[in-house]
């Protein structure tokens, strides 16, 4: 699963965080193996700053579900803090825990920050404070970083000895918990990092020029930093998704329910207007007017839409024009107005659709 996320503007905060969490109890029980949780600040939409707490309340309420930050955007945390709360979370999650990453996307979260997005200094500061996240996390006494944006230094603990301090949180996961890259531009330079350092790569599943971009950054990556090129099963790609009995009815409750609304009043107009020029990206066929690319367009040839036959065939598809690829993380939306269907749905999805497709393994490299 991936999790913005997703609320309307009139959801409150507890009653969206307990929707949050119901639907990750749900995924747990019918076996969803991960969930990433996203972090915004000034996206009404997307109303989380904070996905490390949901992610502490769920892990009390779910077993085996792998909980990630999908995520972090780490130009906006002092690197040091965040490695901190990383590493504390990791050890309450015992082993229950990926630490994902971005540079983030929304111009207006940059404009609360300071950071001047256009110049490219998000992807800056995301590599920077990468390096000083995995520096505090070896925690080697009396070492230091001198960067552009921070300047860390690990104390000394003799210094300090008779009082017992010193620098001594690291992850529960040795080295450190696996960490996720998400990405949204095409011919990501985040995703090139992904690849450089060998991190698990995640997409949305938009059209194929798109997705062979992002799979080509990723490999792009490796080559520079003389990695062995990755394995797709790594690779991570988001869709909508809606499974009814029948293809008439799943279309309804797509059209009639929160997934044609988000769309509408939030997705469409970020991707096609705003800072996400992305609906080009979405064409099946470069041949295609962009303009052409509505929301009927996305609901016919993008969301996972239909019975479980239907989304199955549309799964495999996907699989064929993006190469191939290992899991596929279905886009969470606030269904508080039909919570029979959006469960429906995910039963359908782990009980009917899945065993279509245990050929698509991602077990190829480039």
Not at 89 to 107: N, S, T, V, Y
Not at 127 to 132: F, G
Not at 145 to 167: C, T
Request: proline letters at 7%.
């Amino acid at each position: 699963m991936f999790l913005m996320p997703s609320h309307p503007p009139e959801r409150n905060p507890y009653d969206a965080q307990q929707y949050d969490l119901d639907v990750l109890s749900l995924g747990d029980e019918l076996g969803f193996i991960e969930a990433w949780i996203g972090e915004h600040f000034t996206a009404i939409w997307e109303p989380v700053p904070a996905p490390d707490i949901l992610i502490a309340q769920a892990l009390l309420r779910t077993k085996n579900i792998k909980l990630c930050t999908g995520g972090h955007l780490l130009p906006f945390h002092h690197p040091v803090e965040l490695a901190h709360r990383v590493a504390y979370l990791d050890h309450l999650a015992q082993g229950r825990f990926q630490f994902g990453i971005a540079a983030g996307g929304l111009p207006t979260d940059h404009e609360m920050f300071g950071v001047d997005m256009n110049a490219g200094e998000h992807r800056d500061r995301t590599r920077e404070a990468l390096e000083i996240i995995l520096h505090t996390w070896k925690g080697e006494p009396r070492s230091e970083y001198q960067g552009k944006y921070w300047n860390v230094k690990i104390p000394d603990p003799a210094d300090m000895e008779f009082a017992s301090l010193k620098h001594f949180r690291t992850p529960y996961q040795q080295p450190h918990p696996p960490i996720g890259v998400a990405s949204a531009s095409p011919g990501s330079e985040t995703l090139k990092l992904a690849g450089e350092k060998g991190y698990i790569p995640m997409s949305l599943g938009l059209g194929p020029a798109y997705l062979a971009s992002h799979w080509q950054a990723v490999l792009d990556g490796a080559d520079r930093g003389g990695r062995k090129r990755p394995n797709r099963s790594e690779w991570r790609i988001v869709r909508d998704v809606w499974i009814a009995d029948t293809d008439e009815e799943a279309m309804r409750g797509a059209r009639e329910g929160m997934l044609y609304r988000a769309w509408q009043d939030y997705l469409y107009p970020l991707f096609a207007y705003g800072s996400y020029p992305f609906t080009a990206s979405m064409k099946h066929d470069d041949s295609m007017a962009t303009e052409d690319v509505t929301i009927d367009y996305m609901a016919n040839n993008i969301w996972l839409v239909g019975s479980p036959e239907t989304v199955a065939r549309k799964i495999k598809d996907l699989y064929e024009i993006s190469g191939g690829f290992g899991v596929l993380l279905m886009m969470v939306l606030d269904h508080s107005d039909d919570p029979n269907g959006w469960r429906k749905s995910m039963r359908l999805l782990t009980e009917q659709v899945l065993p279509r497709l245990s050929d698509l393994t991602g077990e190829t490299t480039d």
